[in-house]
């Protein structure tokens, strides 16, 4: 299993890590999705430190009315962490979209809703003056387990160094309620999902394997000989190996002598 | 003497604001009565320059913003970092730190090991030093290091083998590993070198690193002295930017020496001879 964390050290650079990025860039606010569940839970709590509750805007994005306690959720945690909110349905454009261009697939369905919600969150960004805050944890990145260009798309990641389980621990040092903390971790597709339905593994076992594999170097046959599951190593490594593309921007075919994204090359963080 | 550790936030490519936040400690530790300040690698650039080092490096000798630095060191030391690219030199950029003593540069050190691999590519934007030259300071003889040098031990063994009293090195260190107590668990591993040096060459080891994040990676402060024998005189935070002020004794690198003959008994000659072999025979 991954290390327990020394959450209230953690909390510390993370909390100074949001404020420094959104220092640089002039801007004071960060706004963010709130689904209900614990990691956009984790990322509003630090970011309230950071900026100030005020200074925080989430949005909540239902689509339809399946998700009640979702809803009641998350508005509720905006009012504990004293945070603005608002709730946007997105029903209606997606219901419009999908009737022109029907579908039986259910993740091309969730992944239309996901782009939906981030093209939701960086046009606030704009109306806000506010940066994007990211709520990928490092075991979804690893796994590939959210949609590129929505759920993935941020300006910055707090949180992406965290594995679910570590972020479970911070959830707790940072007093998320019980009920957020306790609730099965979904992507929230379609009622009744849940991750670790999808995966097929609980959190701990993927986050067992996932450790060995990045900070461990480990090989699956060293994995399976320190007690993980033969079939459940290869499901994992199979998702890893699958999904590199959505950590990375896309390759650029090099003709010129210096180009973009190969050798020329510059710092995200450059004072402006 | 005091010394003063300025474990600040350098603004990344903004050699001007820098050189401001650089003349406002100068000030604060002179009033302070420091003789020595020493600054963190790049400090006058920011560590993750990439492309930007060829634009922010400079010439100590005559670049004016330098100059600025220089004469803010009236009646005191400092150690500055910055890129270096000299007229002998042209379109070779160094990650260097500059002695600078009572409006005087003194010395200056290009860093000889670059770190690259994992997440550092230093050798793909700066060329590397071939050099590890003790000099005459005010306050005894020392020796200067840029982070990584610290960590290759054959580095503080060249200033040791000089007679070095007083080894310096400025650094840039991330931080890495979260599992253990009030600081990155990488943090240990310079302490250990510095308790280890300053120990084994009874001399002062000054650590002088940075805080504040770049690119998502946060550098992990900690900031130290080490007297020598090993004795932790200060240690700065692990995340805040601070301006740590610490009394040490020139005289206790002498009293050291009386103690311990690890100076007095060095052979660098015998050590000479063996690396001399190696390095021409390396497969024997």
């Known amino acids: 299993m991954p290390p327990k964390i020394n959450a209230p050290f953690v909390e510390k650079v993370l909390v100074a890590f949001i404020r420094d990025e959104l220092g640089r860039c002039g801007c004071k606010k960060g706004v963010l999705g709130l689904s209900g569940g614990l990691d956009s839970a984790v990322c509003a709590a630090l970011a309230a430190r950071a900026l100030g509750p005020r200074s925080v805007l989430g949005l909540i994005m239902p689509y339809g009315t399946a998700f009640p306690r979702e809803v009641r959720d998350a508005a509720a945690l905006a009012g504990r962490l004293g945070i603005r909110h608002e709730i946007i349905d997105i029903t209606p454009q997606i219901d419009l979209y999908f009737a022109a261009h029907p579908t039986g697939n259910r993740v091309q369905c969730g992944n239309k809703m996901a782009r939906e919600r981030m093209a939701i969150l960086y046009d606030h960004s704009v109306r806000e003056g506010a940066l994007v805050l990211g709520t990928s944890n490092k075991t979804e990145l690893l796994l590939g387990y959210g949609t590129v260009f929505g759920d993935l798309a941020c300006a910055i990641n707090p949180m992406g160094d965290l594995y679910k389980t570590q972020v479970r621990e911070l ?14 971790p979904t992507a929230g597709l379609w009622p009744g999902q849940t991750d670790e339905g999808d995966i097929g593994l609980t959190y701990e ?3 067992a394997i996932l450790y060995g594999l990045v900070e461990g170097r480990k090989s699956r046959r060293e994995l399976v000989a320190a007690g993980c599951a033969g079939a459940a190593v290869d499901r ?5 190996e699958a999904s590199e593309f959505k950590r990375h921007l896309p390759p650029i075919a090099k003709l010129s002598i210096r180009s973009v994204g190969h050798d020329f090359l510059y710092p995200y963080d450059r004072e402006k | 003497m005091k010394i003063a550790v300025a474990q600040i936030v350098p603004k990344l490519g903004d050699v001007e604001a820098n050189v401001a936040i650089h003349l406002g400690l100068l000030d604060k530790a002179r009033k302070q009565k420091a003789g020595l300040v020493v600054f963190p690698e790049l400090g006058l650039t920011g560590y993750t320059l990439k492309d930007l080092a060829e634009e922010v490096a400079l010439d100590p000798a005559s670049d004016p913003r330098f100059k600025r630095i220089v004469a803010g060191t009236k009646g005191l030391s400092a150690v500055v970092g910055f890129v270096e690219e000299s007229p002998a030199d042209p379109g070779l950029f160094y990650n260097a730190a500059a002695f600078v003593a009572d409006g005087r540069v003194v010395h200056v050190h290009r860093k000889v090991f670059l770190p ?62 979260v599992a253990g107590g009030d600081a990155f668990e990488t943090s240990r ?14 001399a002062f080891v000054v650590y002088a690193n940075r805080v504040g994040s770049e690119d998502g990676v946060t550098f992990a402060g900690g900031s130290f002295v080490f007297a020598p024998g090993g004795r932790l005189v200060a240690r700065a935070s692990p995340v805040e930017p601070e301006l740590m002020i610490c009394q040490v004794d020139p005289a206790a690198v002498r009293e050291a020496r009386r103690k311990w003959f690890f100076q007095r008994d060095e052979k660098p000659e015998a050590v000479w001879r063996s690396l001399e072999r190696i390095v021409r025979a390396p497969e024997d």
């Open chain 2, 189 to 202: 591993m310079w302490e250990l070198m510095g308790e280890a040096v300053s120990y084994f060459s009874t």
């Open chain 1, 205 to 207: 076992e993927i986050d």
């Open chain 1, 171 to 184: 959830a707790a040092h940072l007093r998320i309620p019980a009920g957020i903390r306790r609730k099965a």
């Open chain 1, 236 to 240: 994992v490594v199979r998702m890893v």
């Open chain 2, 116 to 177: 690259t691999g994992g997440i550092f590519e230093e050798a793909k934007f700066f060329a590397a030093g071939r050099d590890f030259r003790a000099f005459r300071a005010p306050f005894g003889r020392a020796g200067l290091l840029v982070c990584r040098d610290f960590l290759q031990y054959g580095s503080s063994y060249a200033h040791h083998a000089a007679g070095a009293g007083f080894i310096i090195c400025i650094s840039a260190a991330p931080g890495r590993g």
